[in-house]
């Protein structure tokens, strides 16, 4: 079985739907930005150097570091 | 809430919600800068003014996505109004909503109403929303809350005053829990609850896990839970109070501008260019008021010389204070238009992109992409630069910021640096091409700023800390700046330099004062006698005689005791007691020096001759050599002493502000201190 895809995985333009957290401490952070599992996330650019990377997440802008983007996986 | 105490109003809100302009227009210039003591990030309050009412005082709480804080700041909000002992504890909140980003705002707004103060909910209706045709069923959600919700344009001050008449009127109850939480703490929690005498659930919950009397990862999952069913009754309220228009269009504004200032190549040019244009601002606009404050300074102080009697008062007055006010003044353009430069980045939405473009690179040496705008900020002046440190989040990365800033080469190292360049470097071409005195300039800079990036790798891998270090960070939409905001920032910042590093400073000139107009014995009392009759052969101008008689008094003063006493220690850098003096009176500012140099070598003080102080020095012999005293390895250690060592005051005093300790302005002392005298020694050591 593949592991499951993670936020950091997202292409440009691409969407995803969130499935669950690899980490508890960054989870409860995520949640209070609106991150819930079931949102709906579009990957819109990256940073120059390919990290932090800009999310659209309920309207809004969300930048996260690529580690903190990976631990974020998505449903298939 | 009794009729004889004024109303405290507390303002709470997301990021970027508006909520400082709403600050900005209920208390216009009524603002002070208050501290919550132990805690590291200021909260802000001021009065709003009300005809015939007592004021009422609006405390600004820093923005915050949630009640369960992740940072320090964040943490400020949950102490006011959980903790009962806090000063200022709120009769009344306003949470200030985004209305462009209702979902997530109303997170933090159904948290704070739970805990049962009276709460008005505060819809700013940036003009992005109404753009968007966003609309909002009011009463509705009013309905839905149960509390009062207003309308308002932070930005261009509409609905204000109605906002300012429903604060003085209201007393609304709020009974009404938009989550009940005893549902979902499980049996355990509801006793410990229970045996917490509040008649609110939410704030005795709140209250526990501030005690941390609930186990860690008992709280941990309590929260997911809490803040997943709030969102999932917040989606359905939202979907029912909004009238979403169709949103096509939506922010394509920002993104387009996006896709120019965070691109690949363009995005590090348009930065570059920024801190150039920074940079060229700070040393072109403020050495015009600059020079206009130095020589209203040096008046003033002549001008008292001459209507007050002599004597110590006047001599403490106009070589004492008025030059120890002055070197506080002297710095307010600088601070004044680089914070407008911050104000204008931040308000604009900037801010969050540099953060965004520069983090990568800086978390290799254990920085973050916030602690960009400090150390840019710190060739000017490193106290503006600490104070703007407050926006990271990380409490470590925070510190380490703050500890390396004062190794980049400040505004106030160049003249020494010139001084000594001027004296020591030859001046000739490398490679027929570069200029040597500017090469070594030039690499002053760089061993600056390669110094403060070590220092940093290194203070990261000594330094542990429990908070971990995240970039969560909203990019806000692209705004015109208020240039309002962008008013007060200056005058706040001005206001807290002036006088909480202003204090210092002038004492420690006060101080420095003393110590070079006394001196043991009664030489000093005789200086001037001894003088005259020593040069009344010499056919001298009166000018000629007085410079050398501050200049003998300084040489047998108290400073010059010390100078003596450190001889030996900074001799194995190269360095004599002269020098010594020098270093002793520039421990309060680094400037100092060449007004130091200046006096000892009996040449016009307040001449910036720079060529009448080179020759004086060059004619200083080496007693052991017979050559002259400034030799290129002395005169490198020398610069290579002032790129490192920590001689600024105000620097401490701010970082004491900053860290609410003298720990860490003690420490930076002695590092830095240490690696100068390291440094300084190894580089005589190597080219003599």
């Known amino acids: 079985m593949t592991k499951p895809r993670t936020l950091a995985q997202l292409k440009p333009g691409e969407q995803g739907e969130i499935c669950c957290f690899k980490d508890d401490k960054l989870a409860l952070k995520l949640l209070d930005m609106g991150c819930l599992p079931g949102t709906r996330v579009e ?25 903190e983007a990976s631990s974020v996986s998505l449903v298939e | 809430m009794s009729k004889d105490r004024s109303l405290t109003i507390a303002l709470i809100g997301n990021p970027n919600s508006g909520k400082t302009s709403l600050f900005n227009q209920l208390t216009g210039l009524h603002q002070k800068i208050g501290n919550f003591p132990g805690v590291t990030v200021d909260k802000k309050t001021g009065m709003m003014p009300v005809t015939g009412h007592p004021a009422a005082k609006i405390i600004d709480l820093p923005g915050t996505y949630s009640l369960y804080a992740k940072s320090k700041d964040e943490d ?63 009463q509705m959600l009013e309905k839905e809350l149960g509390v009062q919700v207003l309308t308002i344009n932070a930005r261009t001050g509409d609905g204000i005053s109605a906002l300012k008449n429903t604060l003085l009127r209201s007393q ?63 989606s359905k309220l939202v979907t029912d109070v909004e009238h979403n228009q169709p949103q096509k269009g939506l922010k394509i504004y920002t993104d387009r501008i996006d ?22 601002s700070i040393f072109a606009w403020a050495t015009v008021p600059m020079n206009f404050i130095d020589h209203w300074i040096a008046q003033t102080s002549g001008w008292l010389g001459l209507v007050l009697p002599p004597g110590v008062f006047t001599d403490l ?202 001196g043991p014995g009664e030489k000093i009392k005789h200086a001037e006698e001894y003088v005259r009759t020593t040069t009344s052969t010499l056919d001298l101008s009166k000018k000629e005689i007085d410079d050398r008689i501050s200049s003998y008094k300084l040489e047998h003063s108290y400073a010059a005791t010390l100078g003596h006493i450190i001889e030996p220690v900074i001799a194995p850098l190269g360095f004599n007691w002269k020098i010594g003096i020098a270093l002793v009176t520039s421990f309060a500012a680094r400037e100092v020096f060449v007004g130091t ?70 420490l930076q002392t002695i590092y830095m201190s240490g690696l100068a005298y390291l440094a300084s020694f190894l580089v005589f050591r190597l080219f003599s």
């Not at chain 2, 002992?85 to 948290?111: H, M």
């Not at chain 2, 200032?261 to 060229?280: A, E, P």
């Not at chain 2, 000892?600 to 001759?609: G, P, T, V």
Request: net charge positive; hydrophobic share 50%.
């Open chain 1, 43 to 67: 990957m819109k650019f990256h940073a120059p150097l390919g990290d932090p990377i800009c999310f659209s997440v309920d309207g809004y802008r969300l930048c996260l570091r690529k580690e």
């Open chain 2, 76 to 138: 400020v909000v949950t102490d006011v109004l959980i903790n009962p002992a806090v000063k200022d504890s709120p009769d009344l909140l306003v949470v200030i909503v985004d209305v462009s980003n209702l979902k997530r705002n109303l997170l933090l707004f159904t948290q704070v109403k739970d805990l049962g103060y009276p709460t008005i909910l505060v819809l700013n209706m940036g003009d992005l929303a109404t753009r968007m045709g966003k609309g909002v069923d009011l």
């Open chain 2, 172 to 234: 609304t109850t709020n009974h009404q829990e938009f989550l009940d939480i005893r549902e979902i703490v499980g049996e355990k929690v509801r006793e410990q609850m229970n045996g917490h005498h509040l008649i609110r659930p939410y704030l005795a919950l709140h209250s526990l896990l501030r005690r941390n009397a609930i186990d860690k990862d008992t709280a941990q999952s309590l929260e997911a839970r809490e803040t997943t069913l709030r969102y999932r009754k917040i």
């Open chain 2, 259 to 280: 896709k120019i200032l965070t691109h690949q190549i363009f995005g590090y040019i348009i930065f570059l260019g920024i801190l150039f244009t920074i940079f060229q």
């Open chain 2, 317 to 518: 007055l106009k070589d004492g204070i008025v030059p120890g006010v002055g070197g506080v003044v002297i710095f307010i353009p600088q601070i004044a238009i680089l914070f407008a430069f911050i104000a204008i980045l931040e308000e604009s939405g900037y801010m969050a992109r540099v953060v965004f473009l520069m983090d990568k690179i800086m978390r290799g040496v254990g920085l973050s992409g916030r602690s960009v705008v400090p150390l840019i900020s710190g060739v000017a002046c490193a106290i503006p630069a600490i104070m703007a440190t407050r926006n990271i989040e990380h409490w470590k990365e925070r510190l380490i910021t703050i500890f390396v800033t004062p190794l980049i080469s400040c505004s106030a190292r160049l003249p020494v640096y010139t001084i000594l360049i001027a004296l020591v470097i030859p001046q000739r071409e490398l490679l027929g091409i570069i200029n040597l005195q500017g090469l070594v300039l030039l690499s002053l800079y760089l061993v600056g700023f390669f110094a403060a990036i070590g220092s940093a790798y290194l203070l990261k891998r000594i330094m542990h800390s429990s908070e971990r270090s995240f970039l969560i960070m909203e990019l806000p939409t692209y705004k015109m700046p208020r240039w309002k905001n962008v008013g007060i920032v200056i005058l706040e910042k001005v206001k807290a330099f002036s006088f909480t590093a202003g204090k210092i400073i002038i004492a420690i000139s006060i101080v420095l004062w003393v110590l070079s107009s006394y």
């Open chain 2, 597 to 666: 140099m200046a006096t000892l070598y009996s040449i016009e003080s307040s001449a910036d001759n720079t060529t009448t102080i080179m020759s004086r020095m060059k004619d200083e012999k080496n007693p052991r050599t017979g050559k002259s005293f400034y030799t290129i390895p002395m005169g490198l250690s020398l610069m290579i002493f002032y790129a490192f060592a920590m001689q600024c005051m105000s620097t401490l005093a701010v970082v004491h502000r900053e860290t609410k300790s003298w720990k860490w302005p003690f």
